[in-house]
């Protein structure tokens, strides 16, 4: 396997020597799904991949696609605007890309944003004639309204008829006057998983997956979870910015409710998938066994990979 690399001052101040030969131990011949990035247009100021080529957004991506490679990442579900998602789409079939929701019209990441709320027929065709095939990450609590709000109805729609598996922001998120300044009627409060029941009870097979799990909605997502055996979740972000003894006492909680098979490996923020990647290997109490199903086994079953594909999975980090 390739060295792995390590970016940026947070990863090399809370990770040794030590912790990167463990973390390419633990790698060695075992594919990773991150469910979890964010497509976005490239930023003339990001020094990881600025100088690559003259073109930011190929640029972003030619290292974007280094970095999977990397770190054994076989398939990555993530969310953008219309542009960027079909870009990321067709450059590699291990992007299963798809479109956030809303748009946010004020939102440098998101941009460019057309149109913040697509119509049934419009969100038809372009998931009938494109490569997408997920979708999320939900922004709609941070647009300020619940997940039941008339505008959101054709995104439900769409994603049962297609099957789609949706990414939902379940966490409250960053603090109130850091959202704001982007988010100007952010409501932590609507990113309640206990919200969706509405929407899975006039959709009860919607494949969904609760970003974030592990803070304050932790509860509300379990019960979810046990009423919908088809919901799964991810614990990215909350993992790295809150302490251990917050997020680690929900997530032995979810495992004591017989939920465990149900948590999935993701990455969320730019550059930091080996910095997860530690932060799942690093949980001492769970089996070997568990991480790796963390990893991958657990999301390739929520995905609905078929064996061969699997098995395929395997072999493309076997000895790299």
């Known amino acids: ?6 970016f940026g001052v947070l990863l090399l101040s809370s990770l040794g020597g030590h912790a990167q030969d463990s973390l390419e131990i633990f790698l060695k011949n075992q594919p990773v799904i991150d469910m979890h990035f964010h497509i976005t247009k490239g930023f003339e100021d990001n020094e990881k991949y600025n100088d690559r080529k003259a073109d930011i957004d190929s640029a972003k991506l030619d290292w974007v696609v280094e970095n999977f490679d990397q770190n054994n990442i076989v398939l990555v579900v993530g969310g953008g605007n219309l542009k960027y998602s079909q870009m990321y789409a067709q450059a590699d079939t291990r992007i ?5 929701f809303p748009c946010r019209d004020a939102v440098e990441q998101d941009a460019p944003c057309e149109k913040e709320f697509l119509t049934e027929n419009e969100l038809r065709e372009v998931y009938r004639v494109g490569k997408l095939k997920s979708m999320g990450e939900s922004f709609y609590n941070y647009y300020g309204i619940p997940p039941t709000d008339e505008r959101l109805a054709p995104y439900w729609k769409i994603a049962n008829e297609f099957n789609l598996p949706v990414g939902i922001h379940s966490d409250s998120g960053p603090p109130m006057e850091r959202a704001q300044k982007e988010n100007p ?10 919200l969706l029941k509405p929407i899975l009870e006039q959709y009860p097979e919607l494949r969904i997956y609760l970003m974030h799990f592990g803070n304050e909605y932790s509860n509300e997502a379990i019960e979810l979870m046990k009423a919908y055996p088809q919901i799964y979740c991810e614990i990215s972000a909350v993992s790295m910015f809150l302490p251990k003894r917050v997020w680690e006492v929900n997530l032995k909680k979810l495992y004591e409710e017989g939920l465990g098979d149900r948590l999935m490996f993701a990455s969320d923020y730019f550059g930091t998938i080996e910095k997860n990647l530690n932060t799942i290997n ?18 390739a079953r929520f995905l609905g990979l078929s064996q061969e594909k699997v098995a395929a999975d395997y072999e493309r980090v076997k000895e790299r």
């Open 185 to 194: 009627n952010y409501n932590p409060a609507y990113a309640n998983p206990e």
């Open 282 to 299: 690093n949980i001492d109490w769970l089996t070997e066994e568990q991480k790796k199903d963390i990893l991958y086994h657990n999301a």
């Open 1 to 6: 396997m390739k060295k792995l690399r390590f």
């Open 96 to 100: 299963w890309a798809g479109l956030i």
